[in-house]
Nanobody, 116 residues
Framework: VQLQESGGGLVQAGGSLRLSCVAS????????MGWYRQFPGKQRELVAG???????NYADSVRGRFTISRSSAGTTVDLQMNSLKPDDTAVYYC???????????WGQGTQVTVAS
């Protein structure tokens, strides 16, 4: 399984970016897809996730500003990020999980930088 991320970049505070993640290859039955981010020296943290058949869930720090959506085919997940803050600066990763423990895949990461 390959996860191709796109949409990162540099934006001014208050601006918007849209991240997209497309899954390809031998995709298992998907349990969940989501976006994580990693600050320097920190562990990855969940930004937003969407389980099959369930509502989206968001980190408190992004709720109301970010929106996660998944394509009807289920193999693309987007993250619309509005009202960006410098504290959102991080590397953002896409994740796909199946129903088996080994079915856990990550994208290569995309840098998001928010300038003040």
């Amino acid at each position: 399984v390959q996860l191709q991320e796109s949409g990162g970049g540099l934006v001014q505070a208050g601006g918007s970016l849209r991240l997209s993640c497309v899954a390809s290859g031998n995709i298992p039955v998907i349990n969940a897809m989501g976006w994580y981010r990693q600050f320097p020296g920190k562990q990855r943290e969940l930004v937003a996730g969407i389980n099959s058949g369930g509502p989206p869930n968001y980190a408190d720090s992004v709720r109301g500003r970010f929106t996660i959506s998944r394509s009807s085919a289920g193999t693309t997940v987007d993250l619309q990020m509005n009202s960006l803050k410098p504290d959102d600066t991080a590397v953002y990763y896409c994740r796909l999980k199946g129903y088996y423990e080994d079915d856990d895949f990550w994208g290569q990461g995309t840098q998001v930088t928010v300038a003040s």
